[in-house]
């Protein structure tokens, strides 16, 4: 069973390609995320994959670890297989906030646009300037931390000019996987729908090796 939590429709970035359309503050309420383990762990499945979105998930961080360890808890009761992943912009992500993360077993895909120049043209604050340095402080203490987690690389034609450069930031050593998708908007969908969003890198994940259930 998969299933996937859009904790909140809020972000603090603006990104040019974002797939939420205007931001606004509506919160996954407790009970919500409740009846989705409910319908996860129903008959007791061999596996079970959760995935956190936004929005910024980590806005919602209380909430995330909450859900999370409940998760853990049901599946740990009931001799689940477990996975669970968040997709996040990392501005707001700390080293304990990681550590708890990693202690709830969590797999981390960051989007991050390669170099500082290829990200500033497309993912500003929320209101304008810079998310590259909390985004880069967010890299590093992912790496420091030594778990598996993937960098999501969305390009534009105005951040692929940098696109080889891009790797001296997302492949430095430690960093396990990086992806770069295309922000294209084929015929007939709209700009929430269009694929080479996040939200569809994201769905698109494959799971580090020894984590995908049904041994994808
Ligand atoms: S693409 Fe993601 S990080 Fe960027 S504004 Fe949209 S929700 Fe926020």
Known sequence: MD????????????CSYCYTGAKFRKRMPRETADK???????????????????GEPTLELPLLLEVATEAKRRAEAQGTKLVQTVTTNGTLLDADAIQRLYALDFYVALSIDGVRAAHEVNRPQMGGGSSFDAVERCLRLLVA????????????????????????TCSRPGCPACRSTPATR???????????????????????????????
Do not use: M
Not at 3 to 14: F, M
Not at 36 to 54: C, N
Not at 187 to 216: D, E, F, H, L, V
């Open 186 to 216: 084929p015929r007939g969908t709209t700009r929430r729908s269009r694929p080479g969003n996040r939200a569809s890198s994201a769905r698109q994940t494959r799971w580090p090796a020894g984590c995908a259930p049904g041994g994808r």
């Open 36 to 54: 989705a383990l409910d319908l996860a762990f129903a008959h007791g499945p061999e596996a079970v994959q959760l995935s956190y979105f936004g």
């Open 145 to 168: 931390a030594g778990q598996p987690f993937e960098t999501i690389s969305v390009v534009t034609p105005k951040s692929a000019p940098f696109l080889g450069r891009a790797s001296s």
């Open 3 to 14: 299933v996937s939590l859009v904790l909140t429709h809020d972000c603090n970035l603006g």
